[in-house]
């Protein structure tokens, strides 16, 4: 997992890092620095937000073991024939 989490992060600042332009000369060094900050931040949240998550296991009475996807209640909002369920 630290691997993968690594190579998203290297690979986040690699396309990140383009032709320097005139504007960037501009900027000191500290606003450089957050602006890649921020973009790498940007990048994880949504390479985090792709990982499903998934609720506890759940054993029944014949021995079966239900895993769940949970939903992300956008998700759930935008479709109107799923039910909310408890579970």
Same mark, same amino acid.
């Given at each position: 997992?630290?691997?993968?989490? !690594? @190579?998203?992060?290297?690979?986040?600042? %690699?396309?990140? $890092?383009?032709? =320097?332009?005139?504007?960037?000369?501009?900027?000191?060094?500290?606003? !450089? @620095?957050?602006?890649?900050?921020?973009? %790498?931040?940007? $990048?994880?949240? =949504?390479?985090i937000d792709a990982i499903p998550q998934y609720e506890?296991?759940e054993l029944l009475d014949n021995g079966d073991?239900?895993?769940?996807?949970?939903?992300?209640?956008?998700?759930?909002?935008?479709?109107?024939?799923?039910?909310?369920?408890?579970?």
């Amino acid at each position: 997992m630290k691997r993968s989490l !690594l @190579a998203v992060c290297l690979a986040a600042m %690699l396309m990140g $890092a383009g032709p =320097v332009s005139v504007q960037a000369e501009e900027k000191g060094a500290d606003e !450089l @620095a957050l602006e890649g900050l921020n973009k %790498l931040i940007d $990048a994880l949240s =949504v390479f985090i937000d792709a990982i499903p998550q998934y609720e506890t296991p759940e054993l029944l009475d014949n021995g079966d073991i239900i895993i769940r996807r949970k939903q992300k209640e956008e998700k759930m909002e935008k479709s109107p024939g799923i039910e909310k369920t408890a579970t």
